[in-house]
């Protein structure tokens, strides 16, 4: 069977290959046995060089989510030996032990994982799926060396499928490695029976990996390639030389997680792919490269608190949106109805008239909390941040008599920052490089301000005038009643002016009226 370039197979074994290479041998040696899946029990062997007096080893409170979830409630039976034996491990707390050795010392436990979803780790007959920060102590002053990770015990005709390079000295495929542990971290890995086939899109390969049913080969391939044609172009080309996407199909909605060469994705149907899909693919530019100052450097241990997830997560929303409708995936009532469908999940929510954006992105840690989630009590930063995003676009379009757009302010942001290793303070960096484009464009002073914006719709909580926004993009926000609750859809204007038509295009088409 001939493979694609990045697949190894080796006894029955897939591993599914980044483009990049790394040493023979990592520092940190990991195993995972998968023996036990009726328990979902994973076997974690730590085997660690180079070990001098009090060794600290760790593992994370979050990761994934935006929550604490301390992932040593699931380790079980933790031991260490060097090579004269077994040693004393001192639990010192929550989440850190403390292992008295010299030269190599090994560290062994169980840690029990069963939930499914992008968002955490399970092991079971059908498959395991391991987000690694959940599964694998650390070291928290060596989290910067190589790592490699061996799978043992893998059930016959299963294949691993990651985002990441095999170790060039197992020849049996089931190794692979990283050049630290942040790298592994944020390469997930699906092991099991699936299906996979790969193309060319945006400048890269699409890899693609599918569990499940329900789907089609040519409608996935279609949706993507447009996704990733578009998505690349409007931000300059591809950050990466190859990107996988894991699907799970037809198991429940899970959402989707994104990582800066691949997404996983639990979706109940194949019809949610397009959306998740284009959410999750922008993420590689807006918040995997692009980052705010208040989330670096990763802590794994503690809260990172950070008013920009509006932006992170919101205005990613925004162009999931924009990315459908401006390939075709959507029709302009669609978009509509999906920017009215978001505007009505906002005014739902006593909450929106006190909680800013700001307000909403710091307490995402407060998610797992039920009653936080009442609409009494949170607004949220990706229904909010979509609404804004779009009144933005708006606001720069009009001011600039549409010459410069929100594409414009994530272009700029991802040259003067991504690109040049730096990272944004929230959105004090994002209403600079705004009203930075409206003077460049010769827009007066006078409408260059967005302060006021920001001030009152984005650090504050006044109401967003979304009909009068809307209304210089040539739309209507119109108010249906629906059983007491109100529900929202945006229509075209009749004979919108030039300048209107202008914008509305450029919401739907992704145009300025720049040469």
């Known amino acids: 069977m001939n493979l694609p370039r990045c697949f190894l197979r080796v006894a029955a074994v897939i591993a599914v290959l980044a483009g990049f290479s790394l040493p023979a041998h990592a520092t940190i040696n990991y195993t995972i046995s998968l023996a036990r899946p009726d328990q979902h029990r994973f076997h974690v062997r730590m085997a660690i060089p180079g070990a001098t007096g009090n060794l600290e080893v760790q593992m994370a409170a979050w990761d994934a989510l935006y929550q604490i979830r301390d992932f040593a409630a699931r380790v079980i039976g933790l031991h260490a030996e060097d090579a004269a034996g077994p040693v004393v491990v001192e639990k010192v707390d929550k989440e850190t032990w403390k292992i008295k050795a010299a030269g190599t010392v090994t560290v062994e436990y169980d840690t029990e994982w069963n939930d499914p979803g992008p968002f955490a780790s399970q092991l079971d007959r059908e498959h395991a799926f391991i987000?690694?920060?959940?599964?694998?102590?650390?070291?928290?002053?060596?989290?910067?060396?190589?790592?490699?990770?061996?799978?043992l015990d893998v059930p016959e005709g299963w294949r691993i499928a990651v985002e990441l390079q095999p170790d060039s000295a197992d020849a049996s495929g089931q190794t692979i490695a990283a050049s630290s542990f942040d790298a592994l971290a944020d390469a997930?890995?699906?092991?099991?029976?699936?299906?996979?086939?790969?193309?060319?899109?945006?400048?890269?390969?699409?890899?693609?990996?599918?569990?499940?049913?329900?789907?089609?080969?040519?409608?996935?391939?279609?949706?993507?390639?447009r996704i990733a044609n578009y998505e690349t172009s409007l931000m300059g080309g591809p950050p990466d030389k190859e990107y996988m996407f894991l699907f799970d199909i037809g198991f429940g909605w899970g959402g989707g997680m994104e990582h800066s060469d691949c997404a996983a994705i639990s979706i109940a149907t194949a019809a949610q792919l397009p959306d998740t899909s284009a959410?999750?693919?922008?993420?590689?530019?807006n918040v995997k490269r692009l980052r705010p100052r208040s989330l670096e450097p990763v802590d794994r241990t503690r809260e990172m608190w950070t008013r920009a997830l509006w932006f992170a997560e919101g205005v990613t929303n925004t162009y999931a949106h924009y990315t459908l409708v401006r390939t075709g995936l959507f029709s302009p009532r669609q978009f509509y109805d999906a920017l009215a469908?978001?505007?009505?999940?906002?005014?739902?929510?006593?909450?929106?008239?006190?909680?800013?954006?700001?307000?909403a992105s710091l307490n995402a840690w407060f998610e797992k909390y039920p009653l936080y989630n009442e609409p009494d009590f949170s607004v949220s930063y990706y229904n909010k941040g979509d609404v804004i995003g779009v009144a933005l676009d708006i606001v720069l379009r009009e001011a600039s008599?549409?010459?410069?757009s929100l594409d414009d302010v994530m272009r700029q942001m991802y040259d003067d920052f991504a690109k040049k290793g730096r990272f944004y303070n929230d959105s004090a960096d994002i209403r600079a490089t705004a009203e930075a484009l409206l003077r460049r464009a010769g827009v007066p002073a006078a409408s260059t301000d967005l302060g006021s914006f920001?001030?009152?719709?984005?650090?504050?909580?006044?109401?967003?005038p979304f009909a009068d926004i809307l209304s210089e993009a040539g739309l209507e926000l119109q108010t249906i009643e629906g059983g007491g609750i109100p529900v929202y859809r945006i229509v075209e204007t009749s004979h919108p002016t030039d300048l209107q038509l202008g914008i509305r295009n450029g919401l739907l088409?992704?145009?300025?009226?720049q040469p």
């Open 341 to 359: 469908e978001e505007y009505g999940e906002v005014e739902a929510r006593p909450a929106h008239l006190w909680m800013s954006a700001e307000e």
């Open 188 to 225: 997930p890995a699906e092991l099991g029976i699936f299906d996979d086939f790969s193309f060319n899109a945006g400048g890269r390969t699409l890899r693609v990996v599918v569990r499940g049913k329900g789907w089609n080969r040519a409608d996935i391939t279609d949706a993507l390639t």
């Open 279 to 285: 959410h999750e693919f922008f993420h590689q530019w």
């Open 454 to 464: 920001f001030a009152q719709y984005v650090s504050g909580a006044k109401e967003i």
């Open 509 to 513: 088409l992704g145009r300025t009226s």
């Open 401 to 404: 008599n549409n010459r410069v």
């Open 131 to 151: 987000n690694f920060a959940m599964v694998l102590l650390y070291l928290p002053e060596r989290h910067r060396e190589d790592v490699r990770v061996r799978f």
